[in-house]
T-cell receptor, first 115, second 112 residues
Framework: AQSVTQLGSHVSVSEGALVLLRCNYS??????LFWYVQYPNQGLQLLLK??????LVKGINGFEAEFKKSETSFHLTKPSAHMSDAAEYFC?????????????FGKGTRLHILP | EADIYQTPRYLVIGTGKKITLECSQT?????MYWYQQDPGMELHLIHY???????EKGDLSSESTVSRIRTEHFPLTLESARPSHTSQYLC???????????FGPGTRLTVL
């Protein structure tokens, strides 16, 4: 069984400050891990994905995430927030073991950027 | 950019009408999904398909139905829309189960 928990439904950071969105997962098999971003009235767009290669994964728009197996975490970071980063962010866990598996989404974190 | 399309983008209809939300993808993916999402809220999987003639109900019970007659097409139908069906509906597809899903832009449905 798999699950994902996003800590904090809302996160506010000042423009130019570090962005840190937290995600912890549970998986009985080696996981795939994903971060998606959703802007208002749009679908989800993949930011980055971990598939068992490098533990530090770089994505689009300056975001990166680090897979930490010992902590079962996959936190999303960006060194300097921009106003355009304001959006909803979803962490998700999948599996590379079963081709019929679905991916499980967290409940989302709304990122607010303060001027 | 993912080639997955949803129409209409916005739909406002009256109670009792029958509607079909269209979803098409040009990536040849076998697996397709429908999610329901209230504004600013989490995603709820309502239907999925592993391929042609395969449809399954998701984790959230829904009065909608789906069909998969062609690989690229996965329409969702509501026989009699009600205000409780007001929501955003997102379609997605993937090449492999458990792997990345590609999302369409969504259909925002309002039932008056």
């Amino acid at each position: 069984a798999q699950s994902v928990t996003q800590l904090g439904s809302h996160v506010s950071v000042s423009e130019g400050a570090l962005v840190l969105l937290r995600c912890n997962y549970s998986s009985s098999v080696p996981p795939y891990l994903f971060w998606y971003v959703q802007y208002p009235n749009q679908g989800l767009q993949l930011l980055l994905k971990y598939t068992s290669a490098a533990t530090l994964v770089k994505g689009i728009n300056g975001f990166e995430a680090e897979f930490k197996k010992s902590e079962t975490s996959f936190h999303l970071t960006k060194p300097s927030a921009h106003m355009s980063d304001a959006a909803e962010y979803f962490c998700a866990v999948g599996s590379r073991m079963n081709r019929d598996d679905k991916i499980i989404f967290g409940k989302g974190t709304r990122l607010h950027i303060l001027p | 950019e993912a080639d997955i399309y949803q129409t209409p983008r916005y739909l406002v209809i009256g109670t009792g009408k029958k509607i079909t939300l269209e979803c098409s993808q040009t990536m040849g993916h076998d697996k397709m999904y429908w999610y329901q999402q209230d504004p600013g809220m989490e995603l709820h999987l309502i239907h999925y398909s592993y391929g042609v003639n395969s449809t399954e109900k998701g984790d959230l019970s829904s009065e909608s139905t789906v069909s998969r007659i062609r690989t690229e097409h996965f329409p969702l139908t509501l026989e009699s829309a009600r205000p409780s069906h007001t929501s955003q509906y997102l379609c997605a597809s993937s090449d492999r189960g458990g792997d990345e899903q590609f999302f369409g832009p969504g259909t925002r449905l309002t039932v008056l």
